[in-house]
């Protein structure tokens, strides 16, 4: 996986062993039924030269899928709120790469209903590191 995609796997490992969830998180944008997931946002690039030594900011889409719409845009809403006011990442961070901020850049909200009766919810937020490299 590349380095986005470890980042991203990280922090949900971290929401997930914090949270209780009606569903484990995915790598991907389109979830499972009654399912989460996240996958780097629109402008992410896929591979870049993380060579600076400057702070990265890396926008990341967290979707789900549930066919109960309160559960859904509550347990979304955990997330961000786990995220977003966490005042030290060093527990996600590593040796070469130091996470500094979480923030949320879109809340929860509806975005449509499928046929099966699965409400679909997207939200985004923003992860700011340095990466050493």
């Avoid at 040796?95 to 997207?122: F, H, M």
Wanted: charged fraction near 20%.
């Amino acid at each position: 996986m590349s380095f986005y995609g470890d980042l991203i796997d990280n922090i949900a490992q971290l929401v997930e062993d914090e949270l209780d969830l009606y569903a484990g998180i995915v790598y991907g944008s389109d979830p499972p039924e009654n399912g989460i997931c996240m996958t780097p946002g629109p402008g992410a690039p896929s591979y870049t030269f993380l060579d600076k030594g400057m702070l990265y900011r890396l926008p990341v889409v967290l979707n789900g899928k549930n066919a109960n719409q309160e559960l859904l845009l509550n347990d979304l809403t955990a997330i961000h709120e786990l995220l977003a006011r966490r005042l030290d990442y060093s527990d996600l961070s590593t040796e070469d790469c130091q996470l500094v901020d979480i923030a949320t850049t879109a809340v929860p909200s509806i975005i449509g209903r499928e046929q099966n009766k699965q409400w679909i919810a997207g939200s985004s937020f923003e992860v700011a590191f340095y990466w050493s490299k």
